[in-house]
T-cell receptor, first 116, second 111 residues
Framework: EPEVTQTPSHQVTQMGQEVILRCVPISNHLYFYWYRQILGQKVEFLVSFYNNEISEKSEIFDDQFSVERPDGSNFTLKIRSTKLEDSAMYFC??????????????FGAGSRLTVL | DAKTTQPTSMDCAEGRAANLPCNHSTISGNEYVYWYRQIHSQGPQYIIHGLKNNETNEMASLIITEDRKSSTLILPHATLRDTAVYYCIVRVGAAGNKLTFGGGTRVLVKP
């Protein structure tokens, strides 16, 4: 069964450093998403991406965050200058276009980011 | 801004059916009901979705009331591996729309 692949599975970084989290969505999917989950809290939407541009973003997705689809297969989330509160599990998801209601999101296993 | 209400937690016995309720009294005509689950900090996993008819797949059944104000997810024979947080989400089914997760129901399947 096709799956969304995320790397790294765990990254530890120092506060103020830049981090790039990578995702390989399912190959025929056209809609891409990033979510995060702080330990013990809800899964929170960050951003959605379609046709090489951001479709929607949440208040969390401020100027420190950016997304890119650099080569037609990868979808990346960059955090420019990490803060302690960025420590979380980050999930990538993708979805096909098409039929209303059938736009099911498939999630990756996540990348755990620890900021020291 | 929660559109759904679910019990915080519930237990069920291994091998028995697990019935997970969800209230969505303000659901709009073009909103679908989706169910996802999250097993111990893994990525959310899609289970099933429906608009107004009952649905069944290899994982579960979804029963939606006629007025669409509530639904029940049924896991027909719960196993220990079904222990997870289950999320009921209402969402317009248009392509590209995000999912908004609430607190979900923490289900513990006991031997």
């Amino acid at each position: 069964e096709p799956e969304v692949t995320q790397t790294p599975s765990h990254q530890v970084t120092q506060m103020g450093q830049e981090v790039i989290l990578r995702c390989v969505p399912i190959s025929n999917h056209l809609y891409f998403y990033w979510y995060r989950q702080i330990l013990g809290q809800k899964v929170e939407f960050l951003v959605s991406f379609y046709n090489n541009e951001i479709s929607e973003k949440s208040e969390i997705f401020d100027d420190q965050f950016s997304v890119e689809r650099p080569d037609g297969s990868n979808f990346t989330l960059k955090i420019r200058s990490t803060k302690l509160e960025d420590s979380a599990m980050y999930f990538c998801a993708s979805a096909r276009s098409g039929l209303s209601g059938a736009n099911v999101l498939t999630f990756g296993a996540g990348s755990r980011l620890t900021v020291l | 801004d929660a559109k759904t209400t679910q019990p915080t937690s519930m237990d069920c016995a291994e091998g028995r059916a697990a019935n997970l309720p969800c209230n969505h009294s303000t659901i709009s005509g073009n909103e679908y009901v989706y169910w996802y689950r999250q097993i111990h900090s893994q990525g959310p996993q899609y289970i099933i979705h429906g608009l107004k008819n009952n649905e069944t797949n290899e994982m579960a059944s979804l029963i939606i009331t006629e007025d669409r104000k509530s639904s029940t997810l049924i896991l027909p024979h719960a196993t220990l591996r079904d222990t997870a947080v289950y999320y009921c989400i209402v969402r317009v089914g248009a392509a590209g729309n995000k999912l908004t997760f609430g607190g979900g129901t923490r289900v513990l399947v006991k031997p």
